[in-house]
Structures are given as C-alpha cells and as structure tokens.
C-alpha cells in the first residue's frame, strides 16, 4: 500500500524489477589477475547479475615471479573479500561460492592463503584443479549458448584450460601453462620462443584436433580485449562481444597483426595491454592447430559455469534465448500469457502453404513474439526506436550477432514500417540478408494485426486465428467480436497480406 498525503511517498510492496521468485546467488572468483564478485538474481538459465565488482591484485604476478602470494597482494584480496562479504549479506545472497584457480593452486603459500580467504568469507574454498577449471568453463560456454559444439579455451592469468564442449559433459578438458603472466615468465619478450613453447605444449594435447571444422569458443579477459579491439577497427555495429564471431583465417590474420604490433592496444586496458601480444600469439597457434571454422568469444566463463551446475536438469535443458525472452516479458509486457499466444498465433503464418522455417529461424520468431511488447510505456512516437535499442543491448545469449539484429528489427517493425532505416536499425541491417529483413518485416506486421485486436490482453487471439484460402489471407472474426472490425485493423492486414503476397480478407 502507498502511504497517502505524501508527494514523494513510495510503495512498500517489494519491487517488481526483479523476478522475486528466485534466490540471489553469490559467486567469488579468486583469479590470477583480479578478484572478483557476482551476485546474481538467481541460478536461472539466463542468469543477470545484480551486482559485478572487481578488484585487481595480480595474486599471479607474484606467484609467476616468486612462487608465491605476496604480501600486499594477499592483503588488497582479503580486503576486497571482506567487502564482498557484506555486499552478499546485503543481497540476501547467503554464502557465496569461492572459486579459486591457477595463482592459488601453484602458489606455494597458497592453502595458508586460501584459509585466510575462508575465515574472511564464512564459507569454503572451490581450489579447482586445472581439468576441473576447463570443466567449469565448458559449463559456462553451455550455458551461453545454444547448443554449441567445438572446443573451448579459457585464458587466464597463470594457465590455459581447454576443453570439449559438445552435449552435456565435457569430454575432455586440460590445463597448459600458457597463461599470459605465466607466459611472460618463461619467455620475457621473446615471442619466437614464446610460439616454440606453445606448440609444444598444445602437441601434448592431440585430442583438440577433434575441433576442425566446428567453432572454437574464446573465454577469458584477455582475449575479449582482442575482441573489442576488432570491433572497433571493423565498425562493427554491436559492440559486444558475448558471441562475436570471426572466420578462423581472419581471425589468424588478425592475432598475427597484434603480435607484431601493427595494430594500436591503447584502447585495451591497462591490466591487459602487456599482455595482449602474447594473448593473441596463443590465440593464432591454437587457431591454427585445431583448425576450426570459426571463433567465438564468450563472456561466460567458469562463474556462469558454476551457476549452470547449481540448475536443476529442467532449467538446465531450457533454451536460453527463450529463458531469457520469457523473463524480460515477465518483467516488461502488460502479459506474458499475451506473449505465449503470439507465438502459437503466428506459428500458423509461418507453416505451409505461407513460408517454410528453420528451426532457428522459429526461435528467433519466438523471440520477437515474446518480446514484442517490452517498449509499451515508452511515449508513442518512439516505441520502436526504444524497442530497437532495448532489445539490441539487452542481455540476450544463445544467439549469434545477426540473430539479436534480427529479433530487434522484427520488434521494431511491431511499431513501424520503415525496417528501421535509419540511425541503428540502418547499422543492423549490414548483419541481415534481403530475405531476413522481409521474414523480420513479416513478423513485426503479423504481431503488430494480432496486437491491433488484442491489445496486449490475453485470451483472445486464439479466438480469431489466421488461414489461408488459395491467395488469400484470412482473419476470421467470431460475431461477439465482429465490432473489432475497423479501418484501422483493415490498413494493418492489408500491409500483411502484402508482405505475405496475398489478398487481405475479414470473415465474420
């Protein structure tokens, strides 16, 4: 109930912004270069981090230069740890998950260390060994995408872990001590014997050679760094990295650019900057060593790994791109039941006799459908702009670059029929093919009839389902609803009778 009589009173209800029915979960990743906080708003197939801090200590410096934990960079950890502590207090996180990998695993102080950690933080430290850190990063690259299928690597500070990620276990994982401070220490700044090293390190591993042909997943912070600096030389229009894609002799082309320093890292920050060279000479070697048909950096790493073994088998086998689009329209939309409906209404407009899809291209539909109505208190005129960049910088994983465009085109096109030709939807547009933007343009127009008889309510669109008759598109109203008939509704069929190339035609 809100108070009454005050000008700047608020609700005391809890706050909806969140989806209230899940437990925040805090997980602390103690890494060779950074110790860091995550608290998320639950252990859900589309996780969203309701707080993210990092500290960096460079806990692997001193290990690579001494072998063990020094001093102060012990201290800067501890402290930051006992903050994070009560920050996961605070969120109602209970105790947080500690994982700590290669720095604290090497180190010969480390287990004095890691009981430090835990009378700092009231709960138990993962140490993970080095298989067990590529298990947890292939956890994580399941649970960022769809499906995927290839080798993953996770570059960190004090090691490499690599890893196979098809179905639901990791086949084979393993560590290298290829990590860039590790690295560094072997070789200074010589890179021709750096590159020595790394081939003989990745020939001791002959099972990644299975990767040919499929996708290699890049995690770790070093290597998005590479990734951001190829977006911007590119001008590429999403400046995300979850999910970027580059062909494998692009991206070898790219890596050897790096390494000879003939592009500028200034850009890149300055914990990452001296280490970038030797991040992108490890990067073309396994490039070249596995041979795949493309890379793809993935901003879930271990962390969301974690998370994903603490699902259940139900939440764990749920598509992500729909678990995602289904709790942003519990968030956003006036109905989420609204939302499933579109989905089965359109699936009638998208069978034969109308245009075949591909499974992927239903999942985008599916999508849009969900998705279609998270700009409604958005000001009437810019609905679809608000939409537009909503959707396209929103947290989406399971899904490529041309598949977030695609979805975000299609919602745009819920509220408007230029295809989005201007501002950011004209630097979407590079990313989708002809075909594409009229399947997104039929979908925006299909939502935007439904929604025109619907309006955002559930219950009845499944009352008045489309067909086809010969060249004809049919809308067939029940007499109790015969008055929805209008000149309005007739303008927006008849735009997707036009899109459908079909004759636009109301029964009652």
């Known amino acids: 109930m809100t108070k009454q009589g005050s000008g700047n009173s608020l609700p005391s209800v809890a706050a909806q912004g969140r989806l209230l029915r899940q437990s925040p979960v805090a ?26 801090e990092k500290v960096m200590c460079g806990l692997g410096r001193s290990v690579a230069a001494n072998g063990r934990i020094d001093g102060e960079g012990a201290a800067r950890a501890l402290a930051a740890l006992g903050r994070f502590r009560r920050i996961a207090e605070q969120l109602d996180a209970g105790k947080p998950w500690i994982m700590a990998t290669a720095a604290v695993r090497e180190a010969e102080n480390g287990a004095a260390f890691v009981a430090q950690v835990e009378a700092v933080c009231g709960a138990r430290v993962m140490l993970l060994s080095g298989p067990r850190e590529g298990e947890m990063a292939g956890a994580g690259i399941m649970a960022g995408f769809e499906r995927p299928d290839g080798i993953g690597g996770d570059l960190g500070g004090g090691s490499l872990e690599l890893v196979e990620v098809p179905g ?5 994982s393993v560590t290298l001590p290829l990590g860039g401070l590790k690295l560094a220490q072997r070789v ?14 990745l020939q001791t591993v002959p099972w990644i050679t299975q990767g040919a042909g499929r996708d290699f997943f890049a995690v770790g912070g070093t290597w998005r760094a590479l990734a951001k600096l190829h977006i911007a030389e590119t001008g590429h229009p999403l400046n995300i990295t979850h999910a970027y894609a580059i062909e494998r002799d692009a991206a070898i082309s790219y890596c050897d650019l790096i390494v000879r320093g003939k592009r500028a890292r200034e850009s890149a920050s300055d914990s990452r900057r001296d280490v970038l060279p030797l991040g992108a000479l490890v990067l073309k070697r396994v490039l070249e060593r596995i041979k795949p048909k493309q890379l793809v950096f993935s901003a879930f790493g271990i962390r969301e790994g974690l998370l994903y073994t603490l699902q259940s088998r139900t939440e764990q086998v749920r598509d992500p791109l729909l678990a995602f689009c289904e ?9 989420p039941a609204h939302a499933a409906e579109l989905c089965r209404w359109t699936d009638v407009l998208f069978e034969p006799p109308g245009p075949v899809e591909t499974v992927l291209e239903r999942r985008l539909r599916h999508a849009a459908c969900i998705l279609s109505d998270c700009a409604w208190r958005a000001h009437p005129d810019y609905r679809g702009e608000q939409a537009l960049n909503t959707i396209t910088h929103s947290a989406l994983i399971g899904v490529d670059h041309p598949g977030r465009a695609f979805i975000a085109l299609a919602v745009y096109c819920r509220h408007a029929r230029d295809a989005g030709q201007s501002g950011l939807g004209s630097k979407l547009l590079t ?36 067909s086809f008759d010969g060249g004809k598109l049919v809308i067939s109203l029940p007499p109790d609803l015969m008055v929805l008939d209008g000149e309005r509704f007739r303008k927006r069929m008849a735009v997707l009778a036009e899109l459908f190339g079909m004759v636009p035609e109301v029964r009652v």
Do not use: C, W
Not at 188 to 201: H, M, R, T
């Open 27 to 52: 997980v602390i990743d103690i890494g060779s270069n950074s110790v860091r906080l995550l608290v998320y708003e639950g252990a859900s197939r589309s996780p969203t981090p309701l707080f993210n």
């Open 168 to 172: 639901e276990r990791s086949r084979h």
């Open 188 to 201: 200074g700044n010589d890179l021709g014997k750096a590159e020595k090293l790394i081939d003989q390190d």
């Open 327 to 335: 709790d942003y329209a519990l968030l956003r939309s006036r109905s």
């Open 431 to 466: 990313l989708l093919s002809k075909p594409d933007i009229k399947r997104a343009r039929m979908i925006g127009a299909a939502i935007r009839v439904a929604h025109m008889l619907s309006v955002g309510a559930a219950g009845l669109i499944p009352r008045v389902q489309p």
